[in-house]
């Protein structure tokens, strides 16, 4: 089951740039959250502090409240725990090259020195399963690099190696924007699959996709969170001009 | 969800007959763009309708090129050649026996070169064991863990110190090494490692241990800074899909970095190997020269590359020369054989799993 995720305040700067303002957002439990917006908006970075992925580049800094259930994160816990808990999808595959595809998807239970066999293997089966790549990859786990794959069935292994450590969040950063229309559907059935399991935040720069996987959508602009709202209302009626205008094509 | 107000940035209606797409007024004030493009042919395109296809200079530029890649193949031959013609009457003498023979008695004309391959590999062999894991730390700080101030000036010296001529490694190493070898480090090893039979014997400061020394810290920039270089080029998106998975720092620099650089190590060690094996100057100044097999790393030795330099002037006879000749056919094939060992080792451990990164 997800938890859900609670913003308060949140501000973030890449070296004297101020790239996030005063965010506040409530993610709920066991739903998709899309956070749409142009490019530069901020929206990727805001992801990236959900899981203190921002502070890893040495020029960033965040601060405010970021809270994952009852812990938070920025206070409670250290990266390397909070990073456990929250899956991440990126941008690009970045699947490990020199790793059969088994090892790629049980990488994460490696690393924390996970070495049951028996449930090493089923949970290869369940992940792959779980991002719709079992059938392609089963007769090469161990054989074939998690390289050699074709971009759509990477970014698939990459998912399932983020939901081989069973995490509370998935947190996916345009994960369908480097794939063809039939790699980008099949994540997004995964997406609506995966749902009711975990808690998704979803960045994305194709507002269908936002109003195909997700119940709430945030419009980011400029560092700031303009709207956020029902996918429905956010597309049918919103609130704020700035929104409507980026919804309907007529920015800038 | 069907709302007239729902545009599409690409997927103008593929598959979803709800979404009425109304196309943004930019898209559709020009329906035919080729409409454009100037009437009249243009200047541009009949110059370019002009121009050479490129065929001959693609031709001579990739004739060129083979010759330069041949060059190489004929440098090889050739120096090996020289080395077996020059090396005859030491060759029609002992045969290939001398590689194994250990006598080495110029009066008597007695002459074998396994005492000299055994000082150059255990040297060289015992300088790797050193610098690698101190090059791959400075490696490792500098790409991963060093603050930006510091990142600039260490490389700067890691790089100054591969500038420094080996004979100034030399004088160093007698002025400064053999002291500390004889008087503190010596001692201190023969206390404690004493046991392990390798600190055994008079102990005069020269010998195999401080060789390797010296040899450790003259191949240590090279492999450090190759070994930066091809951590540096790792992506970072590599770093970050380590982090994502809940990785520690250490964690994400094995699996992440070194990893994903493996083949580039490799490659960095032999380069650093290749040059333990053929360093000359410094090594003659602090080994011994003495051509002799011993356990004790105490124990004076000779190597390939240093009986060349010292006894090649003095040579006397054509018999002493052709087995000089001959000790550098040994290294020649030493270095071939151990760059070759090196290979097959990275294919055994990268076998079927490529190790390209995108």
């Known amino acids: 089951m997800g938890v859900g995720i609670l913003v308060e305040n949140l501000n973030a700067w890449y070296g004297s740039t101020h790239t996030l303002q005063d965010i506040n957002l409530h993610i709920p439990a066991n739903h998709a959250t899309a956070l749409i917006g142009p490019s530069g908006c901020g929206k990727s970075t805001f992801v990236r502090c959900l899981n203190r992925m921002h502070e890893t580049n040495p020029v960033a800094r965040a601060t405010g409240v970021v809270k994952m259930g009852e812990i938070d994160i920025y206070k409670d816990a250290s990266p390397v725990e909070i990073r456990r808990r929250l899956g991440m999808v990126f941008q690009r595959p970045n699947p490990f090259p020199t790793m059969s595809i088994y090892d790629n998807v049980i990488s994460g239970l490696k690393l924390n020195g996970f070495r049951n066999r028996q449930i090493l293997d089923e949970t290869v089966e369940r992940s792959l399963k779980q991002a719709a790549l079992w059938e392609e990859v089963k007769d090469d786990l161990k054989k074939k690099s998690g390289a050699s794959l074709s971009g759509g069935q990477q970014q698939r292994m990459c998912i399932a190696r983020a939901l081989a450590v069973d995490p509370e969040v998935l947190l996916m950063d345009e994960p369908a924007s480097a794939l063809d229309p039939v790699s980008t559907s099949k994540i997004e059935d995964l997406i609506f699959q995966l749902k009711s399991q975990y808690t998704i935040v979803i960045v994305t720069h194709n507002m269908q996709q936002a109003a195909r996987v997700a119940e709430n959508t945030g419009f980011f602009l400029n560092g700031k969170m303009v709207e956020f709202d029902s996918t429905h209302k956010i597309f049918t009626n919103p609130r704020d001009k700035r929104t409507e205008d980026y919804i309907t094509g007529r920015f800038g | ?358």
């Not at chain 2, 055994?118 to 101190?134: E, I, Q």
């Not at chain 2, 090494?177 to 008079?202: C, H, N, Q, S």
């Not at chain 2, 550098?328 to 451990?349: E, S």
């Open chain 2, 1 to 358: 969800m069907s709302s007239p107000r729902m545009t599409t940035e690409n997927e103008s209606g593929s598959g979803l007959p709800n979404i009425v797409p109304a196309p943004p007024a930019k898209f559709v004030s020009d329906p035919n763009p080729v409409s454009s493009a100037p009437a009249a042919p243009s200047m541009i395109r009949e110059y370019l309708n002009n121009c050479d296809s490129g065929a001959m200079a693609d031709k001579s530029f990739a004739a060129v090129m083979l010759l330069c890649a041949c060059s190489i193949f004929a440098i090889v031959a050739f120096i090996f050649g020289i080395l077996v013609v020059h090396s005859h009457l030491s060759l029609a003498q002992f045969g290939w026996k001398f590689f194994a023979r250990s006598a080495w008695d110029p009066v008597s004309g007695d002459f074998g070169a396994f005492p000299f391959i055994y000082g150059t590999l255990a040297t060289s062999l015992l300088a790797l064991v050193m610098a690698v894991p101190l090059a791959l730390g400075v490696a490792i700080f500098l790409t991963e863990l060093c603050p930006q101030v510091l990142r600039a000036p260490i490389s700067f010296l890691t790089e100054l110190l591969a500038a420094i001529p080996s004979v100034v490694y030399g004088l160093w190493a007698v002025f400064v090494l053999v002291p500390i070898m004889r008087d503190t480090l010596g001692p201190f090893l023969y206390k404690f490692f004493g046991w392990t039979g390798l600190f055994e014997g008079a102990n005069f400061g020269v010998g195999l241990l401080t060789a390797s020394i010296i040899l450790a810290i003259m191949i240590l920039p090279i492999i450090s800074s190759l070994t930066r270089d091809i951590m540096t080029a790792v992506p970072n998106s590599q770093r970050e899909a380590v982090l994502a998975l809940g990785a520690t720092r250490w964690e994400m620099i094995r699996v992440g970095v070194l990893r994903n650089s493996r083949i580039g190590i490799v490659g960095a060690i032999m380069l650093g190997l290749g040059r333990a094996l053929g360093e000359t100057m410094a090594v003659t100044m602090v080994i011994g020269n003495h051509p002799e097999i011993s356990k004790s790393l105490f124990a004076p030795g000779y190597t390939l590359a240093s009986v060349i330099a010292n006894e090649f002037s003095e040579a006397t006879g054509d018999l002493y020369l052709s087995a000089l000749i001959e000790i550098g056919l040994a290294l020649f094939l030493v270095t071939i054989i151990v760059n070759a060992i090196a290979r097959l080792m990275v294919w055994a451990v990268t076998r079927g799993a490529p190790a390209r990164v995108h």
